[in-house]
């Protein structure tokens, strides 16, 4: 059973991009442990059949192009609950064509790394610049979903991995900010996690090559990030702000080469 400080009784949590992956996990594990949320998510049709499916909870059409769209989502949740806790800022532009699009700088479209900042920091900022008043009454926090591709270089994926390394300055200036007020934000750095979106977007070959340099037996799930996420916004991370809390199974935290390695010395290493 889960311990008080765990538990999320009473609290309104929105979760952008809350119709599938990370964020639908997110929804299930906040709504078990007592929250009212609000799934917020372009895809809504997905987003009112998850919101069917748990306690009090409702669904928020949502574009994060769109500053008008983010505006009006935040006032939809504050105007039905009476309040807000909890933002994950979970939504990301990623699919199966933006991943082939998203390359190395010098192919880089200049189309494409304008809308990948539009969405994935401009949004980000409108809606935690819009969520912030409320927070502050209500002593809230901020989770915002990054990735481990913001702390390391790699040959593909310019403009997401830059994007989410933006994020994280951004999570602690609101740390920062915000602080004295109350107001805690941190963020959660997933690996590759075998989201439905990961799998069509990614080959088997290059999943499995991430897999090699997992230190764990497996790729992540959607519900392990979404425990992550559901940690930092109870109360038993209540002295824990402007934090990066890195959840790749261990991708980050080696030396490069780590599969080779385990070939050389044998499967007893």
Same mark, same amino acid.
């Given at each position: $059973?889960?311990?008080? @400080? ?5 609290? #309104? ?24 949320? @609000? ?8 987003? +009112? ?31 039905? !609950? ?25 192919? $880089?479209?200049?189309? &494409?790394?304008?809308?990948? !900042? ?6 980000? $900022? ?9 927070? +502050? ?22 403009? !997401? ?10 999570? +602690? ?10 107001? +805690? ?43 992550? #996420?559901?940690? &930092? ?18 991708? @980050? ?17």
């Amino acid at each position: $059973m889960a311990s008080d @400080a765990i538990r999320l009784d009473g609290k #309104v949590a929105v979760i952008t991009g809350g119709a599938g992956g990370i964020g639908a996990a997110t929804a299930r594990l906040m709504a078990a442990r007592g929250a009212r949320v @609000a799934i917020a998510d372009i895809a809504i049709d997905a987003a +009112r059949t998850l919101a069917e499916s748990l306690p009090d909870a409702i669904a928020v059409p949502l574009d994060l192009e769109n500053e008008a769209s983010i505006q009006a989502m935040m006032a939809a949740v504050a105007d039905h !609950y009476g309040r807000l806790d909890i933002l994950h800022n979970n939504a990301a532009l990623l699919g199966p064509d933006i991943a082939q699009q998203d390359g190395d700088i010098e192919h $880089m479209g200049t189309a &494409l790394w304008d809308r990948t !900042y539009a969405v994935n920091v401009r949004g980000t $900022m409108i809606a935690c610049r819009a969520a912030l008043p409320h927070m +502050r009454a209500s002593k809230g926090n901020i989770v915002n979903t990054v990735s481990n591709l913001a702390l390391q270089g790699h040959l593909i994926q310019a403009a !997401y991995s830059s994007s989410k390394a933006a994020i994280i300055q951004m999570t +602690r200036s609101i740390a920062a900010s915000h602080g004295a007020q109350g107001v +805690r934000c941190n963020a959660v750095a997933p690996g590759m996690t075998l989201t439905p979106a990961l799998r069509e977007a990614f080959s088997p070959l290059l999943r499995q090559a991430v897999e090699a340099e997992t230190l764990r037996d497996r790729l992540g799930e959607p519900e392990d990030i979404a425990e992550a #996420v559901a940690f &930092l916004a109870s109360d038993a991370a209540r002295n824990i702000t402007g934090q990066l809390l890195v959840a790749d199974g261990g991708c @980050a935290s080696h030396v490069p080469g780590i599969a080779q390695f385990r070939a050389f010395f044998g499967e007893h290493v």
